[in-house]
């Protein structure tokens, strides 16, 4: 899906929706008397329309939306949180505060919009899904593509005036979820046949390729920590002192270790738990021949102890 919007006063005003699946294609167009005179009627109308089309036609459907990280999330979260409850509208963001996902559950019904990031060329796009631009993708992919420019009297107010213009611009609104829908088809395709990933289950790069590594090339299953076991070895891993030095050398030699965790992950690991025991004075218990995680308990002699055991040494 794709939103388009004009600007009145300085604000940007969603004013056409276009979805396209499978089977169907809409686009659903403000009522452009209503925005003059009553903008809240027309906006709230428009999404109704929206709504009541996704509720019939997409149950349990991933929705790929052209622009969610950026203000195309910000128009449908408002809009999802103006018409349904709070516990059944849920979002996933980054840490640069852009829409990964936003989901609609009601009941049995369920309706993710993912973002497609087909649009970023930003900081971090490299983290999400497919980090060009449409036009770009559709390049790749040997797709069509857009085939109509983008007009700047679209983004007027005097686009509901010119009935010509109108055509050409639900003409133009609709190609982007054309393209993308194309894209996304084709995509799903090649990697459900190349490598059994189905896309809609991914949300960036990092997860794609982990999929693809998972149900390809891995052999063998990675272990997963029970929590208990996770928090036991956990208690080892602690910060510790931070010294300032004033350096200074002479005649030395300065070596860079590179790639550290990845050779340490290559190497085993321990990943369940063995047993608990008691050590008694007495038993022999040799370090040198232990590999895993200890939690111990050191009972101290009381310094009056240490004091004559060091005296009777002298």
């Given amino acids: 899906m794709d939103i388009e919007t004009i600007d009145i006063k300085g604000i940007e ?3 056409s929706i276009s979805i396209k699946t499978k089977n169907k294609t809409e686009i659903f167009i403000i009522n452009g008397e209503k ?3 009553d903008l809240n009627t027309a906006l709230k109308d428009l999404w109704d329309n929206f709504f009541y ?8 459907d991933v929705i790929f939306v052209h622009n969610l990280g950026n203000f195309d999330g910000f128009f449908i979260y408002k809009a999802l949180s103006n018409r349904f409850k709070p516990e059944e509208i849920s979002c996933l963001i980054d840490n640069h505060n852009k829409f990964i996902q936003i989901t609609l559950s009601i009941e049995k019904l369920k309706i993710v919009f993912k973002d497609s990031s087909l649009a970023f060329a930003r900081l971090r796009a490299k ?3 497919f980090p060009v631009s449409l036009n770009d993708l559709c390049n790749i992919l040997s797709l069509p593509g857009k085939t109509n420019s983008y007009n700047p009297e679209y983004h ?5 005036n010119n009935e010509q213009l109108l055509q050409e611009f639900k003409n133009y609104s609709l190609q ?3 393209a993308l829908f194309d894209c996304i088809s084709k995509l799903q395709e090649m990697y459900l046949r190349d ?7 991914i949300l960036s790069t990092s997860t794609l390729s982990l999929k693809i590594f998972r149900s390809k090339y891995l052999k063998v299953n990675i272990p997963i920590l029970k929590r208990r076991d996770d928090n036991f070895i956990r208690n080892s891993y602690f910060g510790g002192a931070t010294d300032y030095y004033q350096l200074k050398a002479t005649n030395i030699f300065y070596y860079d270790v590179n790639s550290l965790y990845p050779f340490a992950m290559c190497k085993p690991m321990p990943y369940e738990f063995i047993r608990k025991f008691t050590l008694k004075e007495g038993d022999n218990f040799n370090l040198d021949n232990f590999f895993g995680f200890l939690k111990v308990e ?3 002699p009381s310094l009056a102890s240490i004091v004559l055991l060091l005296l009777q040494k002298q």
């Avoid at 007027?156 to 509901?160: A, N, Q």
């Avoid at 490598?195 to 289950?201: A, E, N």
């Fill in 127 to 129: 983290d999400r899904i």
């Fill in 298 to 300: 050191v009972n101290c």
């Fill in 35 to 37: 925005l003059l005179n």
């Fill in 53 to 60: 089309f996704i509720l019939k036609n997409c149950n349990k």
């Fill in 156 to 160: 007027k107010i005097s686009l509901f």
């Fill in 195 to 201: 490598y059994q990933v189905d896309i809609c289950s």
């Fill in 176 to 178: 982007d979820s054309f």
């Fill in 13 to 15: 005003i969603p004013i």
